[in-house]
């Protein structure tokens, strides 16, 4: 390597290395870690640091602080070298301040060892508060301690770590190098928590937790992981809802529950799928489909007014007004007004087909659907892909009960059900319905589709749930239910681009070396 390059790493101006001097450059710190230790200086045996400030709170309260000892903890960022005095950038969980660490003030022996020391190795710092001539809040350094040594090199700090793949892969280098990465975290934890605070304290549900490993994956229409229990020889699923436990509670008393967790689908990924993401149920005993759109847009406007001061919300451009309530539409009218095929009148299968046809949907796909699926499908393939027509927040109604195969009919026209799924920039983020809670239907209803999925009509049709039916006979009260996915709501309220910007550790291919 050229002594300028070698310069600027010791500087923390890291110029773009080549694989091959990335690999000397860590041989390089792997032997600054053997002389340490030989030295009897073994960062590694160090248990703790006492730390009693952070960088931004020094900052905010600087005039308190000045003058005052502190005891900070951090990683070195740059690191500026000027014969018997240095600057130094460190950064803890709150941001970065300057240190300032002179020879005469820590002493000779432990200042050669401080110049020996590498972008990315961690300090603890004791020292006193105080503003440079150039208006820098700083900490003049009378004690510095090395507390883990880096020996691999960061990403050169103009470009940062930009590598989308990388950056999901090496997360933790990703949250070091790109400060608003770990801004968006930290308003995920606070959107998760007011969600939470909103279904607690103003509608009174009761947190539970539910089984993640099962035998029936119900709950949903979708493809399970699959895997197998060796001691008891047992075939289970990864949940793809807990939609089913949560109702055998009601049924058990327990009036008004909600669960926040991981939830499993074997499926495609894009940027608003992964196939591990988190989603939020909740059912309340004596109330219909409209306690569950309430608390939708509570829970959504609330949780960005938390995040953001605001429930007008900006996403990629374009502003959202998420304050309730929000407009509804209904299923079939939206495929009525987008391509001109009024289901209302339409009253048989093969009309139904028909129709489809005559609009241009392909005539083998739709051989053998039904109208309430066929209205589904236009639905889908027509109305969501019409840019705008979806951008919300919106609830649609009226779903058939061909796809609905847990919510009630409704009373005026039992081809449909009660139930409504919630749309902001033409993304589905919730779903809920009143609780189909008749037995006797929701044993047919799982045994159609039991039969398609024997048949293979339908690989993600719902399977048999013979104890869930038996739940239903004991009495499962009139409820409305709610589902939600979180993942997206924060994606929305962080304008986030892609699902990956919202989950610490997304799936990930394996690369061939891992």
Partial sequence: MSEEKKNNQNQGEVAELTEEELTEQRQIRRQKLRDLQ??????FVIE?????????????????????????????????????????DIQDSEGRIQCHVKRDEIGADEYKWFKTYDIGDILGIEGEVFRTQRGEITVEVSKLVLLSKSIQVLPNKWQG??????????????????PEVKETFKKRAMIIKEIKRVLEDQFGYLEVDTPILTTIAGGGNARPFETHHNTLDLDMKLRIANELYLKRLVVGGLDRVYEMGKMFRNEGMDKNHNPEYTGMECYMAYHDVE??????????????????????????????????????IDMTEAVAEITGVDFSKIVTDEE???????????KDEVKGMTRGKLIAEMFEEYCEETPGYLDGPVHVMGHPVDISPLAKRDPEDPRITRRFESYVNGW??????????DPIDQYERFMEQQRELDLGIDDEAHPMDMDFVNALEVGLPPTGGLGIGIDRVIMLVTDSSTIRDVILFPTMKPLSNE
């Fill in 38 to 43: 030989e030295a009897g200086r073994n960062p």
């Fill in 48 to 88: 703790k640091w006492d730390v009693d400030a952070y960088s931004q709170q020094i900052k905010d309260n600087f005039d308190e602080m000045d003058g005052k000892q502190v005891s900070i903890a951090g990683r070195m960022m740059a690191k500026r070298v000027m014969g018997k005095a240095s600057f130094i």
């Fill in 161 to 178: 770590l930009t590598d989308t793949d990388l950056r999901y892969r090496q997360r933790y280098v990703d949250l070091i190098m790109n």
């Fill in 291 to 328: 306690l569950p759109i309430e608390v939708t847009e509570q829970v959504v406007s609330q949780a960005a007014l938390k995040a953001t001061g605001s429930m007008v919300i900006e996403y990629q451009g374009k502003k959202f007004d998420l304050t309730p309530p929000w407009r509804r």
């Fill in 352 to 362: 139904a087909q028909e129709a489809a046809i005559g609009y241009g949907m392909d």
């Fill in 428 to 437: 589905e983020i919730a779903n809920g319905f009143s609780e189909l809670n």
